[in-house]
C-alpha cells in the first residue's frame, strides 16, 4: 500500500507568480483535502475533493484553486503569490465513507520572495 | 474564541511519567476527533481518532472524548523521548465535507 505522496518538495517563488502543487493519494482513497500550515500554528482547510469536484472550501480567496483528476491524484494552484502564501502545504487522503480519517503526505514547503 | 483551542505549552514531562494534553472545541455538531503527531520539520502523523464518549486506548495512547462538555483529551503513559514532537488537536464537523479543524497543537518534551 503506497502512501500519500507530494511534489515538490520544496519551493521558491516570487511575489506575483504562479504555483502548482501535486499530490497522490494513498491507494485506495478517492478523496483529497488540501491545507496550508503557517509556522507555529496549526494546519488551515483550503479545500477538498471528492469524485473530481470541490467538496468544501475553508476562508482561502479565488487565487487558491485545484482539480482533482479521475486516478484521484490533485493539484492545488495559486495564483499571484503574496508574501503570506509561505507556508507548508499539506495534501491529505481519506475514504469519503469513514467519516474523517484523512492522512498526510510529506508536504510541500513554498516559500514567497 | 478559537473553535479548536490548545495550550501551546510546552509541556514538560520527565521520561516515563504520563502526559496529559487537552482540547476544546466550540462546535457541537463536531462527529469525530484525532490527534495528530506532528515532528519538527515534518508533517502530520495520526495517531488516535475517537468518536463516541468515553475512553479508546491504543498502546501507550489513551483518547478520551466529553462531549456534553466540548473537550477531547490525549494521555502519553510512559511517556519516552521519541514522543516529544507537537501533538495537534483535529476536529470534524460533518456539515462542512469532511473539513478537519485544527488546534494550534501543544509542545511535549519528554526529558530523560
Known amino acids: 500500500e503506497t502512501g500519500v505522496t507530494q511534489s515538490p518538495t520544496h519551493l521558491i517563488k516570487t511575489r506575483g507568480q504562479q504555483v502548482t502543487l501535486r499530490c497522490s493519494s494513498q491507494?485506495?482513497?478517492?478523496?483529497v483535502s488540501w491545507y496550508q500550515q503557517a509556522l507555529g500554528q496549526g494546519p488551515q482547510f483550503i479545500f477538498q475533493?471528492?469524485?473530481?469536484?470541490?467538496?468544501g472550501r475553508g476562508n482561502f480567496p479565488p487565487r487558491f484553486s485545484g482539480l482533482q483528476f479521475p486516478n484521484y491524484s490533485s493539484e492545488l494552484n495559486v495564483n499571484a503569490l503574496e508574501l503570506d502564501d509561505s507556508a507548508l502545504y499539506l495534501c491529505?487522503?481519506?475514504?469519503?465513507?469513514?467519516?474523517?480519517?484523512?492522512?498526510f503526505g510529506p508536504g510541500t514547503r513554498l516559500t514567497v520572495t | 474564541q478559537k473553535e479548536v483551542e490548545q495550550n501551546s505549552g510546552p509541556l514538560s514531562v520527565p521520561e516515563g511519567a504520563i502526559a496529559s494534553l487537552n482540547c476544546t472545541y466550540s462546535?457541537?455538531?463536531?462527529?469525530?476527533f484525532f490527534w495528530y503527531r506532528q515532528y519538527s520539520g515534518k508533517s502530520p502523523e495520526l495517531i488516535m481518532s475517537?468518536?463516541?464518549?468515553g475512553d479508546k486506548e491504543d498502546g501507550r495512547f489513551t483518547a478520551q472524548l466529553n462531549k456534553a462538555s466540548q473537550y477531547v483529551s490525549l494521555l502519553i503513559r510512559d511517556s519516552q523521548p521519541s514522543d516529544s514532537a507537537t501533538y495537534l488537536c483535529?476536529?470534524?464537523?460533518?456539515?462542512?465535507?469532511?473539513?478537519?479543524?485544527f488546534g494550534g497543537g501543544t509542545r511535549v518534551l519528554v526529558k530523560p
Open positions: 475533493y471528492y469524485r473530481e469536484e470541490e467538496n
Open positions: 491529505a487522503s481519506s475514504l469519503a465513507q469513514t467519516g474523517g480519517e484523512q492522512y
Open positions: 462546535d457541537r455538531g463536531s462527529q469525530s
Open positions: 483535529a476536529v470534524n464537523a460533518l456539515t462542512a465535507g469532511n473539513k478537519l479543524t
Open positions: 475517537i468518536y463516541s464518549n
Open positions: 491507494s485506495g482513497h478517492n478523496t
